[in-house]
T-cell receptor
């Protein structure tokens, strides 16, 4: 099983749509979870940390299910500027080494 | 908003040459990292650095690689004898606390 697994997409959605991305991770000892976004040939940018209770930041909602080792990201009211690759990121065991998924590509069209 | 900066943005070198990639982390951050991303592949951890020593390194980070924080601001990655397969984007990251890491814009290394 891959350390962090994501559907590569692409997800092609119209502006205003709601889209959800899922991610699974293999190491039950992982304690920190993040979503990063990466634009083409740019650096990963921290979108949000993911907490057990779930958290929301504007149009973005992240959920964590530790029992299933599953993380999700929901984007509401998609904007053209949301077009990017969304990276699911997990720390390795109890270290600060981050393990990245391969990313899910989102394309929002007018 | 403070940012991680990296120089150069693009480095072309010949196989077997030494390269030094430079990073200036965010000033009050304590944890420093190097990652790399081969074109079309996922971001991979190389090394973490805290309190002037390596705290974690991956199997990629072999004897050809070294890191240094020569003064209070710079954080460098040295590759002693570059190989073709070292061609990648190298990202520096820093964190104020463990885990929440902020990435620099990267250095594209091309080994010919």
């Amino acid at each position: 099983r891959k350390e962090v697994e994501q559907d590569p997409g692409p997800f092609n959605v119209p502006e205003g749509a709601t889209v959800a991305f899922n991610c699974t991770y293999s190491n039950s000892a992982s304690q920190s979870f993040f979503w990063y976004r990466q634009d083409c040939r740019k650096e990963p940018k921290l979108l949000m940390s993911v907490y057990s209770s779930g958290n929301e930041d504007g149009r973005f909602t992240a959920q964590l299910n530790r029992a299933s080792q599953y993380i999700s990201l929901l984007i509401r009211d998609s904007k053209l500027s949301d077009s990017a690759t969304y990276l699911c990121v997990v720390n390795w065991r109890n270290t600060d080494k981050l393990i990245f998924g391969t990313g899910t590509r989102l394309q929002v069209f007018p | 908003e403070p940012e991680v900066t990296q120089t150069p943005s693009h480095q072309v070198t010949q196989m077997g040459q030494e390269v030094i990639l430079r990073c200036v982390p965010i000033s009050n951050h304590l944890y420093f990292y190097w990652y790399r991303q081969i074109l079309g592949q996922k971001v991979e951890f190389l090394v973490s650095f805290y309190n002037n020593e390596i705290s974690e390194k991956s199997e990629i980070f072999d004897d050809q690689f070294s890191v240094e924080r020569p003064d209070g601001s710079n954080f460098t990655l040295k590759i002693r004898s570059t190989k073709l397969e070292d061609s990648a984007m190298y990202f520096c990251a820093s964190a104020p606390l463990i885990y929440e890491q902020y990435f620099g814009p990267g250095t594209r290394l091309t080994v010919t």
